[in-house]
C-alpha cells in the first residue's frame, strides 16, 4: 500500500512586501535582492492573521476545489517553525478551525525541511494501514520572528501555507522512499535565540533583538547546496531512479542561487525545477506545498518529482513521487477569504 497526495490547498496573504519597500527601510537595493536570491517579493500577513489562520485558509482553499469529506479526516500533521503559541498546539487550534472534527492533530518543527518530515510521517501512518486520509500542512508567519533592521534576513522571509491530503492506493504512485537527515552541530548558525526555554523573553532579548531569527547566511548556503545534493542523489539511488527519469524537481525555495546549484549538481535542467521564491520569498515549512499547489496543473498522472530541502537545525532531506490520480474538482475553482480577518487574507 501507497501514500499518494489525492488534493492540495495553498495560501498566502494579499499584502506583498517589494524589495523597493525593503530598500526604503535598510541599506540594500532592489537588485541586489533580487540577484543575489531571486526574490522580487514576497506576502505578509497582518498583525491580526497568526499561522493557524494561513494554515486553516490553505485546507479550507483544499476543501473549496476537491470533493473531500471533511469529517473523513482522521488525523492533521502541522509543520510549523512559528505557531501561534508555545503552548497549545497550532494544529489543535486549526482542527478546530477547519472543522476537522475526527482528527487529532499535533505540531512539527523541522525549520524548512518540517513539511517533507511531516510529509513522510504521514506516508508511514497511511502505509502502515491504520489511517486513510491524513491532512498535511505546512504554514509559517515568518514576519513574526523577522528583524525588519536586519538586512541580511529580512529579505529573505514570507508568509503563506499549503496543505496536502494524503490517502492510500494500492497503485504504484505515491510517495516512495525518503531520506531525512538531522546535524545539531548547525543550531547556532540559524536560530531564534530568545524566547524558547533556554533564554525565555526578557528585556534584555528584546534589547538586544535575540527574539529574532539570526542566520550566517554564507555558512548556510554553502551547507544548504552540499546537502540538498548529496541527499537528492542518494533518495534518487534508493528509489533505483536517475535524474533523467525526473521530470519535476520541487527544491526548497531559500535562495534561486541555491536551487540552481543543486540542479546543476544533479544535471537535471532548469525548465524541470519548479520555482516561485520570485513572488514568495522562503516561507519555511510552507514552501515546497506551495510550490506543489502553484504548478499541480503541470504534474501528470505517472510523472516523478523529486523533493528536497535544507533549513534550521540543520535539517535536511529528499524523497522521489510518483504523481497519482487527483480528487475530483469542483466546478468552479473558488476564491478564499478569510472570515476571521476577511480584508487581509485574500485568495492568492
Ligand atoms: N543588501 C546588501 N548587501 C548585503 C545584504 C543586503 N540585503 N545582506 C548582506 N549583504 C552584504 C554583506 O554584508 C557582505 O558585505 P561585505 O562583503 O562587505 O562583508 C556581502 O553582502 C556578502 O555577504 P554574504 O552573507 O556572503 O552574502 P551572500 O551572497 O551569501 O547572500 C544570503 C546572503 C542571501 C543570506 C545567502 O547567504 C543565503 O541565501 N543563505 C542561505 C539561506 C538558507 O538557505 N537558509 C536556510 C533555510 S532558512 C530556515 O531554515 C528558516
Redesign the pocket.
Known amino acids: 500500500m501507497n501514500a499518494v497526495i489525492t488534493a492540495i490547498g495553498g495560501f498566502v496573504p494579499s499584502s506583498i512586501l517589494t524589495n523597493k519597500k ?1 530598500s526604503e527601510t ?4 532592489e537588485e ?2 533580487e540577484k ?2 531571486g526574490i522580487k517579493e514576497r506576502r505578509i500577513a497582518d498583525c491580526n492573521t497568526a499561522t493557524s489562520d494561513l494554515a486553516s485558509a490553505a485546507i479550507e482553499n483544499l476543501f473549496e476545489n476537491y470533493n473531500v469529506d471533511r469529517l473523513e479526516v482522521e488525523a492533521l500533521l502541522v509543520a510549523t ?1 512559528t505557531p501561534d503559541h508555545i503552548l497549545a498546539p497550532t494544529a489543535s487550534i486549526v482542527c478546530e478551525k477547519s472543522g476537522l472534527a475526527n482528527a487529532f492533530g499535533f505540531d512539527m518543527n523541522a ?3 518540517g513539511f517533507l518530515y511531516a510529509l513522510e510521517m504521514g506516508a508511514n501512518m497511511i502505509e502502515s494501514g491504520r489511517y486513510s486520509k491524513i491532512i498535511v500542512v505546512g504554514a509559517d508567519k ?1 514576519s513574526s520572528i523577522v528583524d525588519y533592521e536586519d ?7 514570507g508568509d503563506g501555507a499549503g496543505a496536502v491530503l494524503l490517502e492510500k492506493t494500492e497503485s504504484d504512485n505515491g510517495l516512495m522512499k525518503t531520506i531525512l537527515k538531522t546535524d545539531g552541530s548547525g543550531t547556532s548558525s ?1 536560530l531564534v535565540p530568545s524566547g524558547g526555554s533556554r533564554n525565555p523573553t526578557s528585556m534584555q532579548s528584546l534589547l538586544h533583538r535575540t527574539n529574532y ?1 539570526k ?4 555558512f ?2 554553502k ?2 547546496v552540499a546537502s540538498m545534493s548529496q541527499v537528492s542523489q542518494d533518495a534518487l539511488a534508493k528509489n533505483e531512479l536517475h535524474a533523467a527519469q525526473i521530470d519535476w524537481v520541487i527544491p ?1 525555495q ?2 534561486l ?2 536551487i540552481n546549484a543543486v540542479s546543476e549538481s544533479l544535471n537535471i535542467d532548469s525548465e524541470k525545477v519548479k520555482v516561485n521564491i520570485d513572488r514568495y520569498g ?1 516561507t ?1 515549512s510552507a514552501t515546497v506545498p506551495l510550490c506543489l499547489w502553484d504548478f499541480k496543473e503541470d504534474f501528470k498522472l505517472g510523472q516523478n518529482l523529486l523533493i528536497t530541502t ?4 540543520f ?1 535536511w532531506g529528499a524523497t522521489c513521487l510518483k504523481w497519482g490520480v487527483m480528487r475530483e474538482k469542483k466546478a468552479v475553482e473558488t476564491i478564499k477569504t478569510d472570515t476571521v480577518n476577511e480584508n487581509v487574507l485574500v485568495a492568492h
Open positions: 525593503i535598510v541599506d540594500t537595493s541586489w535582492i543575489r536570491t517553525a525549520a524548512c525541511s515568518m538586512r541580511n534576513t529580512c529579505i529573505l522571509f540559524l531569527l542566520q550566517e547566511g554564507a548556510v548556503f551547507k544548504a526548497h531559500a535562495n542561487r541555491i522562503n519555511t535544507f533549513g534550521a537545525g535539517s
